[in-house]
């Protein structure tokens, strides 16, 4: 059974910076869609970034340049690296992996950070950035 834990959450000031990871376990390789995704109070869950087997990445507008998604094959862990946080940033952030969807390139791009795709989650680690 797949399971993903998060961890590297926490309180930091605008400007300040923070490495989120995912500890993957219950499947082995890198076939799938893997994405963070985040929740702020009383707003919907949005994709943040996504990686896909061959490396390709996808992030949402609101955070290219700012935030990297990463993957470590070997110790099956994902990483979020996050830099130059705002208070915007402010939320539950949650990694997820789809069991369905492969694709690389275009569809990858168009459609990886819909939550729709993802059937696994973490139980979120909470990132709060004060101004």
């Known amino acids: 059974q797949v399971h993903l834990v998060e961890s590297g959450g926490g309180s930091v000031q605008s400007g300040g910076s923070l490495r989120l990871s995912c500890a993957a376990s219950g499947y082995t390789g890198s076939s799938y869609w893997m994405g963070w995704f985040r929740q702020a109070p009383g707003k919907e869950r949005e994709g943040v970034a996504a990686i896909a087997s061959d490396g390709s990445t996808t992030y949402a507008d609101s955070v290219k340049g700012r935030f990297t998604i990463s993957q470590d094959n070997a110790k099956n862990t994902l990483y979020l690296q996050m830099i130059s946080l705002k208070p915007e940033d402010t939320g539950m952030y949650y990694c997820?992996?789809?069991?369905?969807?492969?694709?690389?390139?275009?569809?990858?791009?168009?459609?990886?950070?819909?939550?729709?795709?993802?059937?696994?989650w973490g139980q979120g680690t909470q990132v709060t950035v004060s101004s």
């Open positions: 997820a992996r789809s069991d369905s969807r492969r694709d690389t390139g275009l569809l990858f791009r168009r459609s990886a950070l819909n939550s729709a795709w993802y059937n696994y």
